[in-house]
């Protein structure tokens, strides 16, 4: 004790030691002794009381998880029942082989493949946009920017996903159209072009916030191999930082392609209210989530059978970003590098 | 006095982050076809001037280097000299194995493709396997992930990977740390049988490590400045059995009977 003090002291160099030494080599009765004596009294822990709190916080934080559960439930629930009762006056084979979408008409025709492929020709426009301009974004931010641009980049980014969707809907009527306009000359007011274009302006944040993340996230000793080994910057990040991201970017890619599969107001304002079969970008045309809209608004009966369309669409668009997220958890999974 | 046999050789080199100086005022030799070890307590700045050597102090913005430091009678900090030609004729083994997220195979022709190799691949492959001592362990699986490997098996790789571009000269930063002792006398056995073909220098904890494999021996040290940072510094330089023999210096001698540190 008395040797170990001597030593320590003896080295005043090292900040930490010295204050060590000090507490080691000041006279021990300084030390309050009462506060550290076995007096049982002084101590008294409520167990039973602590352990009545720890179950009602448990309860409590049971309770608000379990109504997000109960809520995705009854929302499964509903869409389910309701899609039920449809196919009992609809059959399925109909719903799925008929080429036009006319619920609301006197000679209805089911054919749900018209607003998949409207769905399908914006959410691909948005992505082509989108892939492009969220990955390289991701690259320059996390790799190329200086923290000084890294400062300003980013938030500026990331205002992009706080503007509400209807203000990208009518930039893209009243601003993008009437600009494409001037380059294509047959291009509707309606067109899937525009509303695809802003809708994948509209998802860049998301590819390219969490693509960054993705690629923050290559440990640095991966860049340091590879930098040892003679390559330049260029080299590194294509072939072993992107590589070791790719789980997570391909993660991001596919719930920016979920979020439009489901973003509404821009394709329903942008895009038009026109369900045609066919994938040419330049015309008016109608997404699923366009028409969910467009029965919500209008005085259809409940119970009708153009009523019952809704859940019957909103289970398709349901079961295909829920697919879509299960590829996603499963391509994360397998293809996801662990570093230790 | 630079002796004509040295591949690196570093006068008055220290080495500044930001503002704080990490190591002052080293000057050495590394002899061609030898093994050095630089060894000393954490902190001393060995693993910083090693890193000087191939030049990865630039990819740390706040890095600076003064003094100079020639390869080959060059100036290996000069206008001229693109810092990605100089990795790729002095490679780098780091503490932490760190294969890349590919196959072993294409670990091993990563560095052979981009440094423009147009020899045959799977030869250089099976060649830089056999010369870390690891073409018998993974011969059945070049197409499974390096990350697959053992710990010392992905060292083993990291090494072959290096010695797959040919360079002169191997840098070796506490490459065994991480090891367990049986993989560590085979990354030992493995730096003894490289010596003849490449120049190595290894950091390391280990003194025995040190006195096993190295032909010189150089001793770091650290001390405390006023501003409570640490500032590191060559002691001694000599040839390994003198170092833990009969060292110059009392703080070596300290050092190598383990006294401290």
């Known amino acids: 004790?008395?040797?170990?003090?001597?030593?320590?002291?003896?080295?005043?160099?090292?900040?930490?030691?010295?204050?060590?030494?000090?507490?080691?080599?000041?006279?021990?009765?300084?030390?309050?002794?009462?506060?550290?004596?076995?007096?049982?009294?002084?101590?008294?822990?409520?167990?039973?009381?602590?352990?009545?709190?720890?179950?009602?916080?448990?309860?409590?934080?049971?309770?608000?998880?379990?109504?997000?559960?109960?809520?995705?439930?009854?929302?499964?629930?509903?869409?389910?029942?309701?899609?039920?009762?449809?196919?009992?006056?609809?059959?399925?084979?109909?719903?799925?082989?008929?080429?036009?979408?006319?619920?609301?008409?006197?000679?209805?025709?089911?054919?749900?493949?018209?607003?998949?492929?409207?769905?399908?020709?914006?959410?691909?426009?948005?992505?082509?946009?989108?892939?492009?301009?969220?990955?390289?974004?991701?690259?320059?931010?996390?790799?190329?920017?200086?923290?000084?641009?890294?400062?300003?980049?980013?938030?500026?980014?990331?205002?992009?996903?706080?503007?509400?969707?209807?203000?990208?809907?009518?930039?893209?009527?009243?601003?993008?159209?009437?600009?494409?306009?001037?380059?294509?000359?047959?291009?509707?007011?309606?067109?899937?072009?525009?509303?695809?274009?802003v809708l994948g302006i509209a998802i860049t944040p998301l590819i390219a916030s969490l693509s960054e993340d993705a690629i923050y996230a290559v440990p640095r000793s991966l860049r340091d191999g590879s930098y040892a080994l003679g390559a330049?910057?260029?080299?590194?990040?294509?072939?072993?930082?992107?590589?070791?991201?790719?789980?997570?970017?391909?993660?991001?890619?596919?719930?920016?392609?979920?979020?439009?599969?489901?973003?509404?107001?821009?394709?329903?304002?942008?895009?038009?209210?026109?369900?045609?079969?066919?994938?040419?970008?330049?015309?008016?045309?109608?997404?699923?989530?366009?028409?969910?809209?467009?029965?919500?608004?209008?005085d259809t009966p409940a119970g009708s059978i153009a009523y019952q369309t809704l859940f019957a669409v909103g289970t398709t668009l349901f079961v295909m970003t829920l697919g879509l997220n299960v590829f996603s958890f499963w391509f994360v999974r397998r293809f996801r590098e662990k570093y230790d | 006095m630079q002796s004509p046999t040295a591949v690196l050789s570093a006068r008055s080199v220290s080495v500044y982050y930001g503002s704080s100086l990490a190591v002052r005022q080293v000057s050495l030799d590394i002899p061609r076809g030898e093994i050095v070890a630089f060894i000393g307590p954490s902190g001393c700045g060995k693993s910083t001037i090693l890193r000087c050597f191939n030049r990865m102090n630039d990819l740390v913005a706040s890095a600076r280097v003064e003094g100079q430091i020639t390869y080959n009678d060059r100036d290996l900090y000069g206008p001229k000299v693109d810092a990605v030609a100089i990795r790729s004729r002095i490679g780098m083994v780091f503490q932490r194995p760190n294969p890349f997220p590919k196959s072993i195979y294409e670990n091993i022709a990563f560095g052979a493709r981009i440094n423009g190799y147009r020899g045959n691949m799977d030869e250089l492959v099976e060649g830089s396997l056999r010369r870390a001592?690891?073409?018998?362990?993974?011969?059945?699986?070049?197409?499974?992930?390096?990350?697959?490997?053992?710990?010392?098996?992905?060292?083993?790789?990291?090494?072959?990977?290096?010695?797959?571009?040919?360079?002169?000269?191997?840098?070796?930063?506490?490459?065994?740390?991480?090891?367990?002792?049986?993989?560590?006398?085979?990354?030992?056995?493995?730096?003894?049988e490289l010596s003849g073909d490449y120049t190595i220098v290894i950091v390391t904890h280990n003194m025995q490590q040190a006195s096993r494999v190295s032909d010189r021996t150089a001793f770091f040290n650290a001390e405390a400045t006023d501003a409570g940072s640490k500032v590191g510094y060559l002691v001694e330089y000599d040839r390994t059995e003198r170092i833990f023999h009969e060292p110059a210096q009392e703080a070596t001698r300290d050092y190598v009977t383990g006294r401290f540190g």
């Open chain 2, 133 to 192: 001592a690891l073409w018998d362990e993974v011969k059945d699986k070049l197409r499974d992930s390096g990350l697959a490997l053992s710990g010392g098996q992905q060292q083993r790789l990291c090494i072959a990977r290096a010695v797959a571009i040919q360079p002169e000269v191997i840098l070796m930063d506490e490459p065994c740390s991480a090891l367990d002792p049986i993989s560590t006398l085979r990354i030992e056995e493995l730096i003894k």
């Open chain 1, 232 to 298: 330049t910057k260029r080299e590194t990040i294509v072939s072993v930082v992107l590589p070791a991201a790719l789980s997570g970017i391909v993660a991001s890619v596919i719930l920016a392609v979920s979020r439009a599969i489901g973003e509404t107001m821009i394709v329903a304002i942008a895009a038009g209210q026109n369900a045609t079969l066919g994938l040419n970008p330049l015309v008016s045309t109608m997404t699923m989530t366009a028409y969910i809209v467009q029965v919500s608004l209008g």
């Open chain 1, 1 to 197: 004790m008395l040797l170990d003090s001597v030593c320590l002291s003896q080295r005043p160099k090292l900040r930490f030691n010295s204050k060590i030494a000090e507490i080691l080599a000041s006279p021990r009765q300084s030390v309050p002794m009462e506060s550290f004596s076995q007096n049982p009294s002084l101590w008294q822990p409520n167990r039973q009381a602590s352990q009545q709190t720890d179950l009602l916080v448990r309860s409590i934080l049971g309770l608000f998880s379990f109504v997000s559960v109960a809520t995705t439930a009854g929302i499964v629930l509903t869409l389910f029942f309701e899609t039920v009762d449809f196919f009992r006056v609809i059959p399925i084979w109909r719903f799925f082989s008929e080429t036009r979408w006319t619920p609301l008409f006197a000679s209805a025709q089911f054919g749900i493949i018209v607003l998949i492929s409207a769905t399908v020709l914006t959410t691909s426009i948005a992505i082509a946009v989108a892939l492009p301009l969220g990955l390289l974004s991701a690259i320059c931010l996390s790799e190329y920017a200086s923290p000084k641009v890294r400062q300003i980049l980013k938030p500026a980014l990331e205002v992009l996903a706080g503007v509400p969707t209807v203000v990208y809907g009518y930039f893209a009527l009243l601003f993008v159209t009437p600009l494409l306009q001037k380059i294509i000359p047959g291009l509707q007011g309606f067109n899937a072009l525009s509303a695809g274009m």
